[in-house]
């Protein structure tokens, strides 16, 4: 029988239980669409191959959401998911935040659409745009509100259709995407630690790496736009693999030395479910042993702000995450952005 982290490790890490309250998550739900696009799928649609995207990005499928399915269809149904596992019901939740990058529309935020679906009528309600980062932006944010004493329940919740924003004729980007939804109860929980910490970053100066230009004040939308293909993802890969790897390590190290951990001391690492050689380098460079990653990508691909989120959920279901575990969250995103977060389960 193992120890508690607390009676494993020197630092009793007090001040994330001050004046007896915690920010623990406390439900976890994911979802995900029913259709499945196999890399068989995409080499016939575009000049690609599963070997090749296989070998580069360890993606095999993804799932795609139906035409009447939308951002804030998956979020509720995550959200649903997480709320059964904590036992809230929806008149208990305080505040509502959703990352995304692919909301059903720019206004009203698909957190009111989802307040609406999943009935949580007396919830505060609000979109945060951090792209692949978002999730970890949202727990932090919950974290704020709770140990504030502001809130006492929040649903965070991160959702993309990003199949609506994808050059189905990009090869370079078409393959590594895919559409889902992931959502966490953060409550106080005065027996546990919660969230130990969450790192977050941003360099607006690299924003040109990866974005969409059509459909803001900059280029609304127009039958220019849309025959310039504006209004679809685009990507510097080459680029965008060499900061991801980099702002990754940075952010992990920094929420570990905050928490006065080792990387050995994490029981699993969840890393944004972009790219198998990113979430490789990352982990050798930080020392990490391939048995502490979660990787879900091979099923899912990238599903944006959904994507540590799912794979969260994925791994406490699986039984991957016991009660008492350090887990570590890291996530790189279009901004640039990019985080990373220690939790005891
Ligand atoms: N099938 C076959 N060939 C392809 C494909 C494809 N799907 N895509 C590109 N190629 C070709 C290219 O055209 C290029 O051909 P060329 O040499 O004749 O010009 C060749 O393959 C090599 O292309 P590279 O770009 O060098 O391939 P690389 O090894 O860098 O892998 C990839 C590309 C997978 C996109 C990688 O750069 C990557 O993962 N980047 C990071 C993306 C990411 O993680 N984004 C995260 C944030 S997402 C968000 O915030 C929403």
């Known amino acids: 029988m193992s120890s508690s982290p607390a009676q494993r490790f020197k630092n009793p890490r007090a001040r994330y239980n001050f004046l007896g309250r915690t920010c623990s998550i406390t439900g976890v739900g994911s979802y995900v669409p029913a259709k499945v696009l196999t890399n068989a799928d995409l080499e016939k649609m575009v000049d690609t191959s599963d070997e090749w995207i296989t070998s580069r990005t360890g993606i095999k499928e993804r799932r795609i959401a139906a035409e009447n399915e939308f951002t804030s269809d998956l979020g509720a149904n995550a959200a649903l998911r997480a709320m059964k596992m904590a036992g809230v019901s929806a008149e208990q ?20 659409l989802i307040q609406r679906k999943i009935r949580a009528k007396r919830a505060a309600a609000f979109d945060l745009e951090a792209a692949c980062s978002g999730f970890i932006y949202g ?5 704020q509100f709770i140990m504030s004493r502001t809130y006492d329940t929040v649903l965070v919740i991160g959702a993309e259709k990003l199949s609506s924003i994808t050059n189905w004729k990009d090869r370079n980007t078409c393959v590594l995407f895919g559409d889902g939804a992931g959502a966490a109860i953060l409550q106080n929980r005065p027996e546990s630690h919660g969230l130990l910490t969450a790192v977050m970053g941003a360099n607006g100066d690299e924003a040109d790496l990866l974005f969409m230009p059509g459909g803001g004040s900059r280029c609304p939308a127009s039958a220019k736009s849309v025959d310039s293909r504006m209004h679809y993802l685009q990507m510097n890969g080459k680029e965008t693999f060499k900061y991801a790897v980099q702002a990754m390590q940075t952010a992990a190290q920094e929420s570990l030395r905050r928490c006065e951990l080792d990387i050995s001391q994490i029981q699993c690492i969840i890393p944004h479910q972009a790219n198998r050689r990113i979430i490789d380098a990352v982990a050798d460079r930080l020392g990490a042993s391939p048995d502490q990653l979660f990787v879900n990508l091979e099923k899912y691909g990238n599903t944006s702000a959904a994507s540590v989120a799912i794979a969260l959920d994925e791994a406490v279901r699986s039984g991957r995450i016991q009660r008492g575990d350090l887990i570590l969250l890291m996530v790189f995103g279009a901004g640039l952005t990019w985080g990373a977060a220690v939790i005891e389960w």
């Open 93 to 112: 939740i305080d505040l509502i935040i959703v990352a995304t990058i692919t909301p059903d529309m720019p206004f009203p935020s698909t957190a009111c």
């Open 139 to 143: 727990l932090e944010i919950a974290q």
